[in-house]
């Protein structure tokens, strides 16, 4: 054993990156990327999974969002239909055994939610990933590509410990901002007008009293909050709040900010939001005192980004394609979450499907344009801001991922790439996902 002092003289040299190889990279580990990640380690590919955040779970555990929605069908409550039972089943059921999701029936959205404990998704999803043999790298950022021709050959990734890069065949862009295809020099869109994030606020010690029923309770708060936002300088008038009585837990969505991909702008923006996430505890606490009079900030997230940049694809899903159920013949997911567009600074656009309506997500909306070896999945898929507005919740987003993981090993099985997979097979692999619509 060496004998170390501790006080041995070094200077730094060049340094040189560590250099991970894999047959799948999946850049962002939110639902989409931890989904796509999971689902192709278990196909024995060798995944590599990066993310900018030091921790797993993107959005879902750092915002947090606080429930999964998407999963099921629109309609009446005996007649909901789970639309993506891959990953989708398995994820609830997890997070049920630590007793961490109460499914609910929304009547706003005419379907099923699963309100969920966002300490124990972070562990779920971390086991998950583990076991499955994914390659796991928190806290690494993604500032370049190397491209050659049509194919991504290479990303380097800053981390606190110094540079990284990973070499695959296939990488899959997770990132929510479309990163990969930004960096590569690959057209994109930016959401114009912008789409609001929110700064959402989880409160502690909420008290649930016996006689009163927490839909109830949960529909008061938004009351309380519209009347009285003038009073505490909210912005936002239409505000959400989710409610987890079996933790003494509530969390607000009350907010609205703006997220430019600046690394300066964004701040500047989100912080007068958190400060408006704060005055919408006290007002809540001063008003509504039976429920939230013991109330305590337990945290303030990270600021919450519904849509900024999304790929240029093969196909756009559109508005009018969700609004008329469209089935696409490449179809790799289908969704029927209200389209909800958080386009002014005070209110939102809200607008539940029929009963029984569907529309599918078409596998060219993953396809960048001008990357042959390149899937986007989750937030920065091709596709308009009312119909992405549908699309990118979390029930989607997983089985987005999961498409993009048969799709990565369809390819690595046929020597192809993504664009030219065939989509046949992708479907029949698909299938529980795809139903009989
Ligand atoms: C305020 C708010 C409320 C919402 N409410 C709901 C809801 O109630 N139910 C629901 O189902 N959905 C809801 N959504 C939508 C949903 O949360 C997200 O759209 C979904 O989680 C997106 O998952 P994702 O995997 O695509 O992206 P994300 O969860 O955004 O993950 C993307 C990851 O990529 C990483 N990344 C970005 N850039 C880089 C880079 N350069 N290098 C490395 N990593 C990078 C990020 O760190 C992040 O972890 C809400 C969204 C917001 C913002």
Do not use: K
């Not at 380690?41 to 959005?59: H, K, M």
């Amino acid at each position: 054993m060496t004998d170390r002092t501790g006080t041995d003289i070094e200077r730094r040299s060049t340094p040189a990156a560590v250099a991970l190889e894999a047959d799948l990279c999946v850049v962002g580990a939110g639902m989409s990327g931890v989904a796509c990640a999971v689902t192709a380690a278990r196909l024995g590919r060798r995944v590599a999974l990066l993310d900018a955040a030091p921790w797993v779970g993107g959005q879902a555990v750092g915002v947090p969002i606080g429930t999964i929605a998407g999963l099921f069908s629109c309609g009446p409550r005996e007649d909901q239909r789970l639309l993506s039972p891959l990953f989708g089943e398995e994820l609830v059921r997890r997070l049920e055994v630590r007793t961490a999701a109460w499914p609910m029936y929304s009547r706003r959205a005419r379907t099923l939610i699963v309100v969920y404990d966002e300490v124990d998704l972070e562990r779920v999803f971390e086991t998950t990933l583990i076991d499955a043999g994914v390659r796991i790298v928190p806290g690494a950022v993604v500032e370049a590509v190397e491209r050659a021709g049509d194919r991504v050959t290479v990303v380097s990734c800053a981390t606190r410990f110094g540079p990284l890069t990973v070499q695959a065949p296939l990488f899959v862009d997770a990132s929510g901002d479309a990163v990969l295809s930004w960096l590569a020099g690959a057209p994109y869109r930016v959401s114009d007008p912008p789409v609001y994030g929110t700064q959402m606020a989880v409160l502690e010690h909420v008290e649930f009293p016996a006689d009163e029923d927490a839909t109830a309770i949960a529909r008061r708060a938004e009351e309380l909050l519209q009347t009285y936002a003038d009073h505490y300088g909210l912005t936002r008038r239409e505000s959400r709040v989710f409610l987890l009585p079996q933790r003494g837990l509530a969390i607000l969505n009350a907010t609205h900010l703006p997220t430019p991909l600046h690394p300066v702008a964004f701040w500047e923006a989100a912080w007068p939001a958190r400060a408006e996430a704060e005055r919408a505890t006290q007002l809540l606490r001063d008003q509504y005192l039976s429920v939230f009079g013991r109330a305590r900030l337990r945290r303030l997230g990270s600021p919450g980004i519904r849509q900024t940049r999304t790929i240029v694809g093969r196909t756009r899903l559109t508005a009018g394609d969700v609004f008329a159920g469209r089935r696409f013949p490449d179809a790799i997911a289908r969704a029927a979450w209200p389209v909800e567009l958080h386009d002014s600074a005070t209110d939102y656009r809200w607008q539940p499907l029929p009963d029984g309506h569907l529309y599918t997500i078409p596998y060219g909306a993953l396809l960048p344009a001008e990357l042959s070896n390149v899937l986007a999945i989750g937030r920065c898929i091709d596709a308009d801001p009312v119909a992405l507005s549908s699309a990118r919740v979390m029930g989607p987003c997983a089985a987005m991922g999961v498409a993009a993981a048969h799709a990565a090993d369809l390819a690595l099985l046929s020597g192809r790439d993504f664009a030219t997979v065939d989509v046949a097979s992708l479907q029949q692999r698909l299938a529980p996902n795809l139903g009989e619509d």
